[in-house]
């Protein structure tokens, strides 16, 4: 279906982004073979990468793959878990990385413009230098791109208060499948003037266009703020605080949950002592304040709370016990070479039941079945660990597994991801669970905006 990269189309590349961003070397090439895929079997090398300087040089390098017939997998930080960031159809990678600036912090306007290879902790860092939050707080955060954040749609610890990160957004520029440079959105607290293209484009996965710039709202940050990690003996008992902080009117920031298989993995990764560390399951709850008042009065609530559903123990949860909760994908690496990470979405009213049936599926499967998430959003991380199977008894209980848990998630009107996005990873479970009329029209965009499949070729769903 495509070409392939040879010497002419190499000399073109090096014409537009220059010799020295070109890479072909097999060394390089390997290192962009995967994203945070651990399953050898999922990887590819690409043939050819390259990292551009500018908007411009992203717009040629697009126009040159469409005349040449050659896929482009636009890269960020690769710290993909669906597969998005893997050239699944070979081409070439284009890196983000060069293009890292933040252009401006508008503290009139409330809003940032960035490069989108800027690191997402970068923009945050920026706006809390004026005593303002970048609210889109993945757990990568440290590492991964504002672009790959926009493409995905990151959601992450903040979600519940502040919305994901389509939220976060007001307008960018993005080049174009055809190499036209666009720029949608615009900042404005409003806006019906035609299609809301920048909406379109976050969360497509890199298929429907490549963000070269992002201009983020920004808020004033609640000088007030506690953060509580209650610990319960019981999966049951932890799930049930959820909906009850939810119903109680904390508005919180952030609720977390963390089974006892991430709390031992997590504490042993990050070598943290934690008390009941053996049987513990995690709630972290934050709740920020404009009202020092408010503090008191919600922290109180909060214990009543913790009390009601049969805490073992309530701490104030500092950094080093929010670290174990950011280390918790991390240190599934100490348990097994090969991981996967589930990342479903339930109504936030299900997510306590979904929690209990789906660790209780783990009793029938020969792996753990982990659980952790963005509880507060009712986005669950439910993860397995390979360890001693044989590569095939591991592909069919992962994907029976799949068979039993997916269904279960879409009679709770549930989703199959609510922020890692389909990628690869997830491709036919996509194709088959979706609409025929909703995948339809996912096509037909797809179609008519990049008809020859250069952008992103084999993610979300096949053309
Ligand atoms: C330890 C860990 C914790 C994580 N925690 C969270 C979390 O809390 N919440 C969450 O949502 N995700 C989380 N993730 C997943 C991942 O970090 C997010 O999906 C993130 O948004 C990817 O950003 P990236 O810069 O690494 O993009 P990449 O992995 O490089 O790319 C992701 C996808 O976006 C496309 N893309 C990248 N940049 C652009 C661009 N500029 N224009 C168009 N398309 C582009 C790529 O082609 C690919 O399909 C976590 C991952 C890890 C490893």
Known sequence: MYNKVDEKFIADLQAIAGKEHVYVDPDTLDQYKTDEETDPAKFHTPEAVVAPGSTEEVAAIVKLANEANIPITVRSAGTSLSDGAIAVCGGIILLMGRMNRILEVNTEGLYMVAEAGALVKECQAAAKEHNLVYAGDPSSAETCQIGGNLATNAGGIKAIRYGVTRDQVYG??????????????ACLKKKTTGYALEQLIMGSEGTLGIITQVTLKLQPLA???????????????????????????????????????????????????????????????????????????????????????????????????????????????????????????????????????????????????????????GNLHVCMCRKNLTEEEW???????????????????????????????????????????????MRMIKRAVDPKNILNPGKIFNV
């Open 395 to 441: 592909n069919e209980n992962v994907e029976k597994f799949h068979r039993e848990a997916y269904p279960y998630v879409y009679s709770l009107g549930g989703r199959l991801s609510g922020e890692h996005g389909i990628g690869a990873k997830k491709l036919h479970y996509m194709e088959e669970y979706t609409e025929p009329a909703e995948l339809e029209y």
């Open 223 to 377: 000088p007030y703020r506690f953060d509580v990690l209650a610990m319960f003996d019981s999966v049951e008992k932890a799930a049930r605080l959820v909906p009850a902080v939810i119903k109680a009117g904390l508005n919180p920031t952030s609720i977390e949950f963390m089974d006892n298989s991430f709390v031992r993995s997590t504490t042993t990764f990050c070598e943290t002592n934690v008390p009941h560390r053996d049987i513990a399951n995690f709630v972290y709850v934050t709740v920020e304040t404009f009202d020092e008042n408010q503090l008191d009065t919600g922290l109180e609530k909060l214990s009543e709370l913790c009390e009601e559903a049969g805490a073992l123990e309530v701490l104030e949860a500092d950094e080093r016990l929010w670290t174990l909760r950011r280390s918790c994908q991390e240190s599934l690496r100490i348990l097994s070479d090969v991981t996967i990470t589930d990342d479903f979405v339930v109504p936030v009213h299900k997510v306590a039941e979904t929690i209990e049936h789906v660790k209780a599926m783990g009793d029938h499967y020969p792996f753990e079945v982990m659980v952790l998430g963005h509880a507060g959003d």
């Open 172 to 185: 960018m520029k993005v080049v174009t499948p055809a190499g036209e440079i666009m720029n949608v959105g």
